[in-house]
């Protein structure tokens, strides 16, 4: 799939569960990323679904639209693909409220109509896999830096971080290489476990439950993994 689809990376990101336990699989693809001029990194993902872990099919991207309306359906996905969820929103061409004191319009109606979108559940999905790459990617520090091309490389140097144990050892992938690390997030967001006689880390999202990056200092080699619904967790702001 990876040379089909011609990536330099393809790997496992996690899976999302659903009601009737037909769980998404999904694999992560993408080349090398792009150093921006505002100093963002930038990753062209393409993303890649099964429900048997055999048959794997393209998870195409959405607009930002389409996002925003995906981002106001909160229930857990039922797992059939066919699945359309109905978004309502105000009709911006709708005439204005009556003003105080004047006589709504004798059309029989309640207020002005809404519109109606269908959200097909993949929409969702991809929506939930964009929310959680965009705040939950991690690195470790020094572990990339950028090429004469402001291609995002791996740092042949990197011998592993100085203090595993630690926020200020790990990144948001989206962050240049040098910039701030998860130390400078929101106080309580993430929680960071080390075995220092395995030496391996696991920093653990407490905002997106279920994302776990792991960090060995053995051979100083990482990755991370997802397993949940998908949803934020918007209580953590009552458990801080």
């Known amino acids: 799939k990876r040379v089909e689809a011609g990536l330099k990376s393809l790997v496992l990101w996690g899976k999302v569960t659903t009601l009737n336990g037909k769980d998404y699989l999904l694999a992560e693809g993408f080349n090398e990323p792009v150093l921006g001029i505002g100093g963002e990194v930038t990753y062209d993902s393409k993303f890649y679904f099964s429900v048997d872990a055999v048959k794997w099919v393209d998870l195409p991207a959405i607009d930002d639209e389409t996002s925003k309306r995906a981002a106001t359906i909160d229930s ?31 059309d029989g109606e309640d207020g002005p109509k809404k519109l109606t979108f269908s959200i097909p559940e993949l929409a969702v999905l991809r929506q939930r896999i964009d929310a959680i790459n965009s705040a939950c990617g991690v690195v ?39 910039g701030r690390t ?33 960090y060995s200092g053995h051979d100083a080699s990482w990755g991370a993994l997802y397993c949940g619904d998908g949803l934020r967790n918007d209580d953590l702001i009552f458990m801080l």
């Open 76 to 106: 857990i996905l039922t797992g059939d693909v066919a699945k359309a969820y109905e978004v309502q929103e105000d009709d911006p061409n709708a005439p204005p409220a009556p003003a105080e004191g004047e006589e709504p319009p004798a």
């Open 140 to 178: 470790p520090v020094n572990a990339l830096q950028p090429n004469a091309t402001n291609r995002i490389v791996p740092n042949r140097l990197f011998t592993g971080v100085a203090h595993p144990d630690k926020l200020e050892s790990y990144a948001h992938r989206t962050v240049a290489p040098g």
């Open 182 to 214: 998860l130390a400078a997030d929101l106080r309580g967001t993430w929680a960071v476990n080390y075995d220092p006689f395995r030496q391996v880390a696991a920093v653990r999202s407490l905002l997106f439950p279920g994302y776990t990056f792991y």
